[in-house]
């Protein structure tokens, strides 16, 4: 009866869900008009790159917790497992002196342990999402500490690293198109997440258990495995997102992360995933990712005060999150 109820309402919620798409891509698009006529400096080349730019390592978190989020949990500790997985790439490429691919490797696998822990914290310990992912944030940020004695790893040695983010591969291919790996990075990301989220078993699943896990756990999924799963995926792109900040500042700092996983989480939701689960995409939480860029940007173009920018993200967010609940309500 739960898994017939939960399948009817599938087109209702393919519906609302394409509807907070469009209107997130009409925000997006009337942002870029409002700044483009308050100013002529905002579609100039470099500063579309540039807001590209500033949207890469904040997307790459945003695509990890829309899988989460989509599941009916949160992750609270990506910023800070980010800025311990860009600690452990500098340890091993500076302090160790090892290659940078095995560097990279360890950055990665670092943020995997992470959400590994963090998913049998959730799955295997029932301990709430938002205090599992509490304590991991707190855990992780003092271990960059600790491990990195409270200063910066500095790449002065292996400047190929920094060409990883910041170099322009694609100029190769296009002369004079200037644009940093990192923005090509972050959209080949969100290509292989959207396929992942809609063409695999793990994003079925992933849905399955944000709609109705009770309903997914009597049909005869191992909810605690795929639980697991999401949250160390959560966890790679974390990762991912830590060799990306340390490769873009060239040098790992342990200082950096709080803060991220709230911009991140923003996206996902000003993209319409809904924080009650079940409901969002990819291209939604790249959208929303974009919105959060343009308005900073645009915002900092017009001279309006840092303190007053912070405000108006939070105003947005709140927005965002009220517009779910109504959705829901006209949904239910």
Not at 181 to 209: E, P, Q
Not at 260 to 279: K, N, P, R
Request: hydrophobic share 55%; aromatic share 8%.
């Amino acid at each position: 009866m739960q898994l017939s109820s939960l399948k009817s309402s599938r087109p209702i919620i393919r519906k609302t869900a394409a509807t907070q798409k469009l209107l997130a891509f009409a925000s997006l698009a009337l942002l870029v008009v409002i700044f483009s006529v308050s100013s002529s400096n905002f579609l100039q080349f470099t500063n579309i790159v540039g807001i590209l730019l500033s949207t890469a390592v904040i997307g790459v978190l945003a695509l990890g917790s829309t899988f989460v989020i989509i599941a009916g949990g949160i992750d609270l500790s990506v910023g800070t497992v980010m800025t311990f997985s860009a600690v452990m790439t500098g340890v091993f490429i500076t302090n160790w002196h090892l290659p940078i691919p095995i560097g990279i490797l360890a950055g990665i696998i670092t943020g995997i342990l992470c959400g590994l822990f963090s998913g049998f914290a959730v799955a295997k310990m029932n301990i709430p999402p938002f205090i599992a992912t509490l304590a991991v944030m707190m855990m992780t940020k003092g271990l960059s500490l600790v491990i990195s004695h409270a200063k910066p790893i500095y790449f002065n040695e292996t400047p190929a690293f920094r060409e990883i983010v910041m170099g322009t591969a694609l100029e190769k291919v296009i002369p004079g198109f200037a644009v940093p790996n990192a923005i090509l990075i972050f959209f080949g990301l969100a290509i292989i997440s959207s396929l992942v989220l809609t063409k695999t078993v793990i994003g079925r699943y992933n849905f399955a258990l944000g709609s109705n896990e009770e309903a997914t756990r009597l049909s005869g999924v191992n909810i605690r495995f795929w639980k697991i799963s999401i949250y160390v995926l959560t966890g790679l792109f974390s990762g991912i997102a830590g060799v990306m900040i340390a490769s873009r500042l060239d040098s790992a700092q342990p200082a950096l992360g709080m803060g991220y996983e709230l911009e991140a989480i923003a996206a996902v939701v000003i993209g319409g995933t809904s924080l009650s689960g079940g409901q969002g995409s990819i291209l939604g939480t790249v959208i929303g990712a974009l919105i959060m860029s343009v308005m900073t940007n645009g915002l900092r173009i017009l001279s309006v005060p840092q303190e007053w920018q912070t405000v108006i993200v939070g105003i947005v967010v709140l927005l965002a999150v009220y517009a779910d609940i109504l959705r829901r309500r006209k949904a239910g």
